[in-house]
């Protein structure tokens, strides 16, 4: 069973900076993808970025050129440096991971979601 521990939410105000962390632990073959979610009071839950196995990364186009999604592997730990925080950027923020190269045996897993509250 893999587990997902984030961390460095808080609160910032308006273009402030933080940075997220996802440490995982388990055992964990592969990974297809790691990305951050976010979910706002009475919103649905939203892909904010992305990083696939071979690096490649993906934003929503609200963040793109603010925030920045990073691994360490030896660290087991995925990052999201957030910059220029805005009010609409505050949320709950989740990490996936999803495991599993073939399709059948593909598996999600989450964290608990930390609190970034961005208001002057």
């Known amino acids: 069973q893999v587990q997902l521990v984030e961390s460095g939410g808080g609160l910032v105000q308006p273009g402030g900076s933080l940075r997220l962390s996802c440490a995982a632990s388990?055992?964990?073959?592969?990974?297809?993808?790691t990305g951050w979610y976010r979910q706002a009071p009475g919103k649905e839950r939203e892909l904010v970025a992305l990083?696939?196995?071979?690096?490649?990364?993906v934003y929503v186009p609200s963040v793109k050129g603010r925030f920045t999604i990073s691994r360490d592997n030896a660290k087991r730990t995925v990052y999201l440096q957030m910059n220029s925080l805005k009010p609409e950027d505050t949320a709950v923020y989740y990490c996936?991971?999803?495991?599993?190269?073939?399709?059948?045996?593909?598996?999600?897993?989450w964290g608990q979601g930390t609190q970034v509250t961005v208001s002057s």
């Open positions: 388990g055992i964990i073959n592969s990974i297809n993808l």
């Open positions: 996936k991971v999803q495991t599993g190269l073939a399709v059948a045996q593909r598996r999600d897993y």
């Open positions: 990083i696939t196995s071979g690096g490649t990364t």
